[in-house]
Structure formats: C-alpha cells, structure tokens
C-alpha cells in the first residue's frame, strides 16, 4: 500500500475483508519535509573539477544554522554518542567511550576539540568556525591541551593517554583509525569558510602557521584521507549533524572531490 500524504499528522485506517468479515485499524502518521538525498544535494556540483567544484560545494554547504558554543556540547552527545552505548560519547584520538556527563575541563572529562585549530584564523568560539560541528569533537581534556593548536603531519614522541598518537613541537600525529576523519573535516573547513565569511580558511603544505588561516599539511591529508577511507560511523554522523545544522561535509559524500580541488 502506498500513501501521498501532505506534511503534517493523518489517522489512517485500514480495513481488511475476507468476504464475510471485515476488520479495521487505525493509527496516526506524521509525515515531515524530507530532506535531499546526497546526490540531490549536489545536483548544482555534477562534473565540475578544481577551483569551480569548490566555489560551487561553498555555496552549497554554506549559510547553515549556527549554533552557540554552550548548544556544541549537547550537539556532540549527539553526533558522536556511542553506537554501543547511548549514555557514552566516543572521543575523538583515543577512541575511548566516555560518559556524556563527564564534559567539562577537568581532568577526566572531555571538551570540545577544535579539529581545525581555533588559532589559525583566530575565530576562537564564535559562532561560525567555532562552534561548527563539522569539525567540533569530544576529547580528553588533556589530551586537547597536548595536541593545542598543532599541524597535522607525521612523526614525534607517543602521547600518554592516546595510543597511536605522535607530537613533535610543531605537529601531530592521530592514530590510523581517525587520519581519514581528520583529513575530510580540514577539508570541509576550507570549502565552508569563504572570503566573505567572517574567516577564510585554507589548507597549506606547511606546520608552525600559527595565527594565520592556514592548516596543514595538505600531502598528509590527502595521503590519510585514501588510507582511512569514510566509515558507516562518519556517514551516520554527517547525517546527525544535517538534522542539526543542516548542511553535509562532501568529503564524507564524495571522498573523489578532494583529489579534484587539491
């Protein structure tokens, strides 16, 4: 049976009749605006390439709903609740269940890591860049502070508290399970913050940028994006934060159009 209903609640009922007898159920639908598919979303970016595919992807994935800093930490417990257990957060390097409640800044608890370093382009927790769920990932407080406002790059000493992790004075290093995630949500970054949005943000092949804008290195993200391809994990979560803030990362859609811009 199929139904064409307008938005809103129905009570339907059917009944069904076996020649002498007929039975009737009732019950309520409610039927809501349904959102594009993934490849309705990009109908407007079909076979475009380089720098007309990325002008093209902004406009697409720009003018979302901003949340505030303080809306990111029920948002995360959302979008990065684990799968295993819906009263933990998974978070973000360590790979650690962790119990929603433990946010905050204490030693134990997790915050809300900036994956693009919120010092390179100085927008802070402003709404925008800063408070963009895309990016924003629950982490160990202390392994945040470790990782600070490092580029991402390969090599260092091993970090106590995340296994597979590496920091040198100018970079770090994730573990394997998370390069690709980091990689597509850099990439997100640099297409959603324009010129003229409050930040524009851009990916470079350098470490040590500091206040620039500027996140790197490009080589190594586009070398863990091919090594840790999207998981079912990432595409649930991009859909999370579609109902949240309605826009998608394309990488975790279309993880070809990175080598295209790049």
Known sequence: ???????GSHIVGVTASDGNQNVTQSFSVTVSAEAPAPEEYYDTADG??????????HEIIDDHRQLSYSQVWDALKTTDEDPNNPNNVLLLYSGESRSKSLNGGNVGDWNREHTWAKSHGSFGTAMGAGTDIHHLRPTDVQVNGL??????DYGGTAVHGCDGCLRTAT???PPNEVKGDIARMLFYMAV??????AVDLELNDLVNNGSIPYHGKISVLLEWHAQDPVSIWEQQRNEKIENIQGNRNPFIDHPEWAESIW
């Open 192 to 197: 959603r913050y324009e010129s003229h949005d």
């Open 48 to 57: 475009l390439q380089g720098e007309v595919l990325k002008a093209e992807l």
């Open 147 to 152: 990782r600070g406002n490092l580029d991402f």
């Open 1 to 7: 049976m199929t139904l064409d209903l307008p938005e």
């Open 171 to 173: 970079s770090w290093e």
